[in-house]
């Protein structure tokens, strides 16, 4: 198993410019997330996914879409880049379950993306 | 909302143990995780409780206390390879987890 594979791992965008960040699992795990993290900060929720047609908001959704077309996949559109969403992302995914099930989340290796 | 409260930074030495608290208050309460994330690496899954009391890990245990919104990470005999960043998290059924700040661990030899 690969586990969650993310895609690019490193992106420069220029201000205004769009983009689309690559999330897999290969666990089929239903509960799919998206986290940034800047520098010297914990881990902040984008948006989340409990199955495929199904997203809900995190704590910082402006300025990100998401879809969830299959169980597999779940990218991360940007669609108008700014300075501001400089930052590592993040994939995660775990099961449906209950208690450590569901909280035992695994983490894609993240895309390092700098807006200039 | 959901906040967590942690320490920034602590040093040991190799062989030691350490404990790292992690205070939270939250609108609801489903469990109490830890994560460790090494420099340039992703998260990655300690250990997590729902319920009063230690889960140990092998070198790894964590508390919890839900009535004192309270729980800690205790890391025993202490390696080279500990030193990295750990985030605590709560989750509150929304099958999302918030993460704290983190607490960066430098072991020493």
């Known amino acids: 198993n690969a586990g969650v594979t993310q895609t690019p791992k490193f992106q420069v965008l220029k201000t205004g410019q769009s983009m689309t960040l690559q999330c897999a699992q290969d666990m089929n795990h239903e509960y799919m997330s998206w986290y940034r993290q800047d520098p010297g900060m914990g881990l902040r929720l984008i948006h989340y996914s409990v199955g495929a047609g199904i997203t809900d908001q995190g704590e910082v959704p402006n300025g990100y879409n998401v879809s969830r077309s299959t169980t597999e996949d779940f990218p991360l559109r940007l669609l108008s880049a700014a300075p501001s969403q400089t930052s590592v992302y993040f994939c995660a995914s775990s099961s449906l379950g209950q208690g450590k099930d569901t909280d035992t989340q695994y983490f894609g290796p993240g895309t390092r993306l700098t807006v200039l | 909302g959901q906040s967590l409260e942690q320490p920034s930074e602590v040093t040991a030495v190799e062989g030691a143990i350490v404990q790292i608290n992690c205070t939270y208050q939250?609108?609801?309460?489903?469990?109490l995780s830890w994560y460790q994330q090494h420099d340039g690496g992703a998260p990655t899954f300690l250990s997590y409780n729902a319920l009063d009391g230690l889960e140990e890990t092998g070198r790894f245990s964590s508390f919890l206390s839900r009535s004192d919104s309270y729980g800690y990470l205790l890391l025993q005999e202490l390696q080279m390879k500990d030193s990295a960043s750990y985030f605590c998290a709560v989750s509150t059924g929304r099958r999302a987890l918030t993460f704290g700040s983190g607490t960066r661990l430098q072991v020493q030899p």
């Open positions: 939250t609108s609801g309460f489903y469990g």
